[in-house]
């Protein structure tokens, strides 16, 4: 059973930072694209970024130069910094093993085969 477990979600201040961590388990050789969607309330869940082992890691134009995505084997971190009200979301990590990198469709939410439970970011203002 593929799981993705999601932490480090929280309540910050405006230009605060924060660290959010995806563990994979599960998948016998592991994912090879990994990537963090947010949904706000009364908002469709949004592409954040998508990393793979090889080729480019794609990011969102409303998150690029804020946050930095990283992987190992199993783990993918979110480090974001210089945060704002409207990140505030919750942050769902997700998975897709039939690929090798992400491409220009990353943000299409069909493409990625398993999703995490989500962890709740709060910017305060």
């Known amino acids: 059973q593929v799981q993705l477990v999601e932490s480090g979600g929280g309540v910050v201040q405006a230009g605060g930072s924060l660290r959010l961590s995806c563990t994979a388990s599960?998948?016998?050789?592991?994912?090879?694209?990994m990537g963090w969607f947010r949904q706000a309330p009364g908002k469709e869940r949004e592409g954040v970024t998508c990393?793979?082992?090889?080729?480019p890691t794609y990011y969102a134009d409303s998150v690029k130069d804020r946050v930095f995505f990283s992987r190992d084997e199993n783990t993918a971190t979110l480090q974001m910094s210089s945060l704002k009200p409207d990140d505030t979301a919750i942050y769902y990590c997700a998975a897709n093993s039939a690929t090798t990198r992400c491409s220009g469709s990353w943000s299409n939410r069909g493409m990625w085969h398993y999703w995490g439970q989500g962890t709740q970011v709060t910017v305060s203002s």
């Open positions: 599960g998948l016998t050789d592991g994912p090879t694209v």
């Open positions: 990393i793979s082992w090889t080729g």
